[in-house]
């Protein structure tokens, strides 16, 4: 199985960084995501990595350490939509295990 | 380009009604589909997934069963609902096997059980 681990809420000022970390345990790996929901909402793909090191994506770059079994999650130049929670999901074969979230509010 | 539907949108059933939610896929054959259920500040919990018609696979045994009656039809059912039932229902779909396919989820069923 997989065990998944994020913190459960960050908090950050509008123009900030904020980094959400992941870590997890699993028997398989296929590849890491990061999905991004809106209270009430849908989740909706943020990136991707299976293999180590950064992608980056605009103000939203995602790292992997597989050895590690640790991921983050780097926002910049914050926004108020931004507030929202934040998914980690590692893929094994067909599937997906997600992490309980974390939640992010962005302050002005 | 592909779209994905599900109905209802919201539903407030008595404890032990029946439910039937579906999901439907447009602009893409033989997807995966999946089934989540979102409880209230909790992650994403598989429930069942399909890699082809008339196969469905359970991850978590409960009251709940599903069913692909066609290449782009996913349904979700119960005969009997629970007081724990209650949750965002989620249905998503990827394209094959390979593993950078993100999986696209559907706009959601937002259930309560009474």
């Known amino acids: 199985g997989q065990n998944i681990d994020q913190p459960t809420e960050m908090t950050a000022t509008e123009g900030a960084i904020v980094q959400i ?8 790996f296929n590849g890491l995501f ?9 989740p ?3 990136s991707y990595n299976v293999l180590d090191g950064l992608e980056e994506k605009g103000r939203f770059s995602s790292f992997l350490s597989r050895s590690k079994g640790y991921s983050y999650l780097l926002l910049k130049e914050l926004q108020m939509k931004d507030s929202a929670s934040y998914l980690c999901a590692v893929r094994r074969d067909y599937k997906l295990s997600f992490g309980a ?8 | 380009s592909q779209t994905i539907h599900q109905w209802p949108a919201t539903l407030v059933q008595p404890v032990g ?6 999901c439907t896929v447009e602009g893409t054959s033989n997807p995966n589909l999946y089934w989540y259920r979102q409880a209230a500040g909790r992650g994403l919990q598989l429930l069942f997934y ?8 359970s991850e978590v045994p409960q009251n709940l069963s599903a069913s692909r009656p066609q290449d782009r039809q996913f349904i979700l059912s119960s005969k009997k609902l629970l007081l724990s039932d209650s949750g965002f229902y989620l249905c998503a779909w990827t394209q094959g096997l390979a593993g950078h396919n993100e999986q696209f989820f559907g706009p959601g069923t937002r259930l309560t059980v009474l």
């Open chain 2, 17 to 22: 009604s029946p439910l039937s939610l579906e």
């Open chain 1, 44 to 46: 909706t793909f943020l």
């Open chain 1, 21 to 28: 970390n992941c870590t997890y345990q699993t028997s398989g």
């Open chain 2, 50 to 57: 399909s890699v082809g018609i008339g196969q469905i696979s």
């Open chain 1, 101 to 108: 979230g974390t939640t992010v509010t962005v302050r002005a």
């Open chain 1, 34 to 42: 990061w999905y991004q929901q809106h209270a009430g909402e849908a």
